[in-house]
C-alpha cells in the first residue's frame, strides 16, 4: 500500500467517525405533520379525481359495447333496418381474409343465400323495391361464384370441378326456393323480380360450366 | 458516534405498497427510517440548519406523495429518495446561488507543507465538514453518502447513476482533494 492510499485511508476512516448531524426533534415533528397533510391532500385530490376517471371509463366501456352489439345485431338484419349497412362491413370483413378459392365459393354462397332470405323478407313486407335489390345482389354473388369456378378450372380442373358440383347445387337449392316465393307473391313486381333472378342464376351457372374464351370477363365482388 | 441505521432496506418495497393503499402506519414507518438521513445529507451539503430541515421535508414530502411516479424496476426506495434529496439541494443552490467551485483534483499541494504532515485524527468535525463543501457537487456527494451515511459503493452508484467502478475512483479523487483543501485551510 503506499503511503498516499494509506494517508487517504486514514482519512477515510476519520470521516467515518464524524458524528452525523441529527435533526432537532421538534423539525422531525414538524417535518411529519407537513407531510402527513401533504399526503391526505394528495390522497383527497386523487380520490376527487377517481369519479370522474370511472366514468370516463363506463362511457368507454358502454360505448364500446354499444358498437359491439350493433354489429352483433347486424348480422341478422334485414335491408329495411337503420343498421343493415353494419351488415356490409363485416361481410366485406369476411371477404377480405378468405384466401382459398374453396373458401371464396363457400363465401359467395353464403351471401347469396343470405341475400336470398333478405328478399323473401322483404316480399313478405311488401317492400318489392328492397326484395328487387337483394335479388340483384343475390344474382351478383351467383355470378362471382361462377367466375371463381371458371378461374380454377384453368390451374386446377379437377378442384374446378368439385367447385362446380357445390355451385351446381346451391343453384337448384335456390331456384327450388324461388320458384316456392314465385308462386306465393301477389303482386307483378314481385314475380318479375323473381323470373329475372332464376334466369340469371341459370346464366351463372352456363358462365360456370362454359370454356373460359366464352365466359363473360365482367365480375361482381 | 454514529446513530444513522442502514437504508435500503428489502422490506421498503412492502412499506411502498402500503402507503399506496393508504397505510398511515407504514408512511410513518418510512418516514421515520428516512428523515434523519436525508436531514443529515443535506445538512452536509448546504451546512445550515433551518434550509436543511425545509429541504429534509420538503424531499420526504415529494418521496411520499409522489409514489406513483416511483417505480420499482431496480432502483430501490431509498436511492429515489435520495436522488430527490440531491436535486433539491442543486435546486437550493440554483436558487440562492452557489460560489463556483474550482476542482482540486489537480491542484498542487500547499508549498508550506508535506501530506504526511496533515494529522488527520486531530480534525474537527467542524474542519472536516467545512472541507467537504469547497469540492465539487459529486465529490461531496460521494464522501456524504460514503462515509457519512454508511452506505456501500454499490448503494451510491445506484443514487448517483454510475457504476461501481466509477463511484470507487470518484471516491479516491474526493479524498485527494478533501486532503489537499484540508491542507490548504491548516496553511491559512
Known amino acids: 500500500m503506499t503511503p498516499e492510499v494509506q494517508r487517504l485511508e486514514r482519512l477515510a476512516e476519520r470521516l467515518r467517525t464524524v458524528d452525523p448531524f441529527v435533526a432537532p426533534p421538534g423539525a422531525k415533528i414538524r417535518g411529519w405533520n407537513l407531510v402527513l397533510a401533504a399526503v391526505e391532500q394528495s390522497t383527497a385530490a386523487r380520490s376527487r379525481a377517481h369519479p370522474v376517471r370511472r366514468l370516463l371509463i363506463g362511457v368507454v366501456v358502454a360505448m364500446v359495447l354499444l358498437v359491439a352489439g350493433a354489429l352483433a345485431a347486424s348480422a341478422d338484419s334485414v335491408p329495411d333496418s337503420p343498421i343493415y349497412p353494419l351488415k356490409g362491413v363485416l361481410e366485406s370483413a369476411r371477404g377480405a381474409v378468405t384466401f382459398s378459392a374453396a373458401d371464396k365459393l363457400a363465401y359467395h354462397l353464403d351471401l347469396a343465400r343470405t341475400r336470398l332470405t333478405e328478399a323473401e323478407a322483404m316480399i313478405s313486407r311488401h317492400r318489392v323495391d328492397l326484395a328487387g335489390t337483394s335479388l340483384k345482389a343475390f344474382d351478383d354473388q351467383l355470378k362471382s361464384a361462377a367466375l371463381l369456378v371458371q378461374t380454377e378450372r384453368q390451374v386446377n380442373a379437377p378442384a374446378a370441378a368439385r367447385l362446380q358440383d357445390r355451385l351446381r347445387l346451391a343453384v337448384a337449392t335456390a331456384d327450388q326456393q324461388l320458384?316456392?316465393?314465385?308462386?306465393?307473391?301477389?303482386?307483378?313486381?314481385?314475380?318479375?323480380?323473381?323470373?329475372?333472378?332464376?334466369?340469371?342464376?341459370?346464366?351463372?351457372?352456363?358462365?360456370?360450366?362454359?370454356p373460359a374464351a366464352q365466359a363473360s370477363p365482367t365480375s361482381s365482388p | 458516534m454514529r446513530a444513522l441505521g442502514k437504508a435500503a432496506s428489502d422490506d421498503d418495497r412492502l412499506l411502498v405498497e402500503r402507503v399506496r393503499k393508504g397505510d398511515q402506519d407504514a408512511l410513518r414507518t418510512l418516514y421515520e427510517r428516512y428523515f434523519d438521513r436525508i436531514y443529515n445529507y443535506v445538512y452536509a451539503r448546504l451546512g445550515r440548519a433551518e434550509e436543511a430541515e425545509d429541504l429534509a421535508t420538503d424531499t420526504m414530502t415529494k418521496s411520499l406523495t409522489r409514489l406513483d411516479l416511483f417505480r420499482d424496476e431496480g432502483v430501490p426506495f431509498s436511492s429515489w429518495v435520495y436522488r430527490i434529496a440531491h436535486n433539491a439541494t442543486i435546486d437550493h443552490y440554483r436558487r440562492h446561488g452557489k460560489v463556483a467551485l474550482v476542482s482540486l483534483e489537480h491542484a498542487p499541494p500547499s508549498a508550506s507543507d508535506d501530506p504526511s504532515d496533515l494529522a488527520v485524527e486531530q480534525l474537527s468535525n467542524e474542519d472536516l465538514h467545512a472541507a467537504i463543501r469547497d469540492l465539487t457537487d459529486e465529490q461531496q456527494q460521494v464522501l456524504i453518502l460514503r462515509f457519512f451515511q454508511d452506505l456501500t459503493a454499490n448503494q451510491v452508484a445506484g443514487i448517483m447513476g454510475k457504476s461501481v467502478g466509477a463511484v470507487q475512483a470518484l471516491q479516491h479523487r474526493a479524498l485527494g482533494s478533501l486532503e489537499r483543501a484540508l491542507q490548504g485551510r491548516a496553511a491559512s
Open chain 1, 179 to 210: 320458384a316456392d316465393l314465385q308462386g306465393q307473391v301477389q303482386t307483378s313486381a314481385a314475380a318479375g323480380a323473381i323470373i329475372q333472378a332464376r334466369q340469371q342464376a341459370a346464366d351463372a351457372l352456363k358462365i360456370a360450366e362454359a
